[in-house]
Nanobody, 128 residues
Framework: EEQLAESGGGLVQTGGSLRLACAAS????????IGWFRQAPGKEREGVSC????????FYQYAVADRFSISSDNAKDTVALQMRSLKPEDTAVYYC?????????????????????WGQGTQVTVSS
């Protein structure tokens, strides 16, 4: 059974940094993408960044492209989202998710409709 376990998140001041991690287990191949999505109160869930595990191609939402970095460890079973220069508008619940359509997920900008499995979410709050 495919499972995702998120860690990280919390409260940080404007300009601070946080690192989110997503531990993936139960996958039988590396042909999938891991993505980070976020949902702020009253807003739709949006794709922030996605990584294809197999070819390491990535996508970043325009608003975070120069501040966030997505990466996987050598074993390719943990995907981290390093967030820097955080802003109050980054406040949201952040979800780790997996898509088995890795190529389309990255090329189409991390659409939620391609997600097969969601993590439980972790709160990120940026105070002004």
């Amino acid at each position: 059974e495919e499972q995702l376990a998120e860690s990280g998140g919390g409260l940080v001041q404007t300009g601070g940094s946080l690192r989110l991690a997503c531990a993936a287990s139960g996958f039988t191949s590396d042909d999938y993408a891991i993505g980070w999505f976020r949902q702020a109160p009253g807003k739709e869930r949006e794709g922030v960044s996605c990584l294809s595990i197999k070819d390491e191609s990535t996508f970043y939402q325009y608003a975070v492209a120069d501040r966030f970095s997505i990466s996987s460890d050598n074993a390719k079973d943990t995907v981290a989202l390093q967030m820097r220069s955080l802003k109050p508008e980054d406040t949201a619940v952040y979800y780790c998710a997996v898509s088995h359509d890795a190529k389309q997920t990255v090329s189409a900008g991390c659409p939620a409709r391609l997600v097969n499995t969601w993590g439980q979410g972790t709160q990120v709050t940026v105070s002004s």
